[in-house]
T-cell receptor, first 114, second 112 residues
């Protein structure tokens, strides 16, 4: 069982609100990721981090920001939510062992912006 | 860049064997992984192939041919609970990257 947690699990908010999606892992992994996934579709990488104070944007253009002040914590913030942000957001972490990089995913946050 | 191709949907009956193929194009290659995702759930890791050949884990096996840029996931003795989406993912290792690229996923429907 992976020790990676996301809160909230479900969120319904109005347009223009600022929100922060929380992600924490207790495995001590350096690498963490945020993905956006619409139902039945592929995962799109929106942000990743290789360690504390390291953050990079992913392939999918996103109006969100992330921070990595502690190894275990990788929150994602939307400054002004819009209906186009409605999606599932998945956080993951990984560690490279013998050139092998299994990702552990959190349960996800299902966001609906009205 | 990287691209992966896998079928969008596969159907089979309980007890059968099914194979989900994945072809990829990458500038470098550091392994092919498979993940399972049930509706509304998070992806969970199934297998990894770094070298050519077959890896077996219980009812699931995964195969890789680097010369053909091709791999597959084989599910045997299918059960209803195997109905899920299956994603292949590759890491090209470019610039020390640890970022995998996921395919679009294959929806497996298991019928009684």
């Amino acid at each position: 069982e992976a020790d990676i947690y996301q809160t909230p699990r479900y969120l319904v908010i109005g347009t223009g609100k600022k929100i922060t999606l929380e992600c924490s892992q207790t495995m001590g992994h350096d690498k963490m990721y945020w993905y956006q996934q619409d139902p039945g579709m592929e995962l799109h990488l929106i942000h990743y981090s290789y360690g504390v104070n390291s953050t990079e944007k992913g392939d999918l253009s996103s109006e969100s920001t992330v921070s990595r002040i502690r190894t275990e914590h990788f929150p994602l913030t939307l400054e002004s939510a819009r209906p186009s942000h409605t999606s599932q957001y998945l956080c993951a972490s990984s560690e490279l062992v013998n050139n092998y990089n299994e990702q552990f995913f959190g349960p996800g946050t299902r966001l609906t912006v009205l | 860049g990287q691209s992966l191709e896998q079928p969008s949907e596969v159907t089979a009956v309980e007890g059968a064997i099914v194979q989900i193929n994945c072809t990829y194009q990458t500038s470098g290659f550091y392994g092919l992984s498979w993940y399972q995702q049930h509706d509304g759930g998070a992806p969970t890791f199934l297998s990894y192939n770094g070298l050519d050949g077959l890896e077996e884990t219980g009812r699931f096996s995964s195969f890789l041919s680097r010369s053909d840029s091709y791999g597959y996931l084989l599910l045997q003795e299918l059960q209803m609970k195997d109905s899920a989406s299956y994603f292949c993912a590759v890491r090209d290792g470019a610039g020390g990257s640890y970022i995998p690229t996921f395919g679009r996923g294959t929806s497996l429907i298991v019928h009684p």
